[in-house]
Nanobody, 115 residues
């Protein structure tokens, strides 16, 4: 099983980034997918969730209206579009998959919002 995040980097406040998470080794189309983030010295925080068929999405209050989670089950990939980025969005962003009793994590990708 692999979850590989990409798309992180350094961006100025107000900018945008799109994170991708490519999945393999399990039935992606049956999995609930989530993005978490962890800032230095803080606990890991759930950012966004999308159900297996994209029928439902949920967001942390801190990112509502700015971030959008989506998925492409034909490509085994989940995305996080991040707009209007703020310095407080700086963190390592992790992809997470839940399928039945199984759960998987990616290795994370760094997002830094700074001028």
């Amino acid at each position: 099983v692999q979850l590989v995040e990409s798309g992180g980097g350094l961006v100025q406040p107000g900018g945008s980034l799109r994170l991708s998470c490519s999945a393999s080794g399990f039935t992606f189309s049956s999995a609930v997918m989530r993005w978490y983030r962890q800032a230095p010295g803080k606990e890991r925080e759930l950012v966004a969730t999308i159900t297996s068929t994209s029928a439902s999405t949920n967001y942390a209050d801190s990112v509502k209206g700015r971030f959008t989670i989506s998925r492409d089950n034909t490509k085994n990939t989940v995305y996080l579009q991040m707009n209007s980025l703020k310095p407080e969005d700086t963190a390592v962003y992790y992809c997470h998959a839940i399928r039945g009793w199984d759960a998987y994590w990616g290795q994370g990708t760094q997002v830094t919002v700074s001028s």
